[in-house]
């Protein structure tokens, strides 16, 4: 099936695909096949199955292929417990990949850990990087505590480039010392956003 469909690509040149992070022979095609016609690419899965480090790196071998696309948009719902040697090695492979996609402007990011965003290997340091990127979205579901906000906010002042970023931080726990604690988050988080020189756009949903 993910032959067929790759080949029905290159025949109607579509300008925009969506990926199953699950159909394994679609990650393959277009990780071994050069995709110079495609400028959006949506990497989805479905919401009942998890996402590990070799989908990781599979990701990152399509984005090899893909380095014209100028929109991206990578929803991740990460294993709770994951492989700590391939963990690094899919990070940073996931990291060279998107620094490599050099035109990219517009990119959206979903993430129900902090795991891609935190630390000396993170999407947000790889965004420091893209110069043409001027859009971005990042949703973060129930991972977001004050020192990440702390960490988050001062990588994303790093990023002059973007002139407009929406912020999504969605918190379902109730209780109320956690809730406390995401309330500074947030407050912490925002005051950053605001010391960014270009004109950045800070939304927040409860």
Known sequence: MGQNQNKQLEKQKQKSITVDLNDN???EDLSNNSQQNITTIVFRMNSSQQFGDKQLLQTAAVLKNCKDIT???LYFDLRQYREENIGIQAQRSLQSALINCQNLNYLTI???KLDLIEGDQSLIIALQNLKKIVKCIIFLDNCMNDSASYNIGIQLQKCSNILFLNLFIIYTSKNIRYLEYTEKGRA???RRMTKMKRLVKYNNIQ
């Open 110 to 112: 979903a993430l129900n």
């Open 25 to 27: 022979a679609l990650m």
């Open 71 to 73: 929109q991206l948009c």
């Open 188 to 190: 912490q988080i925002k």
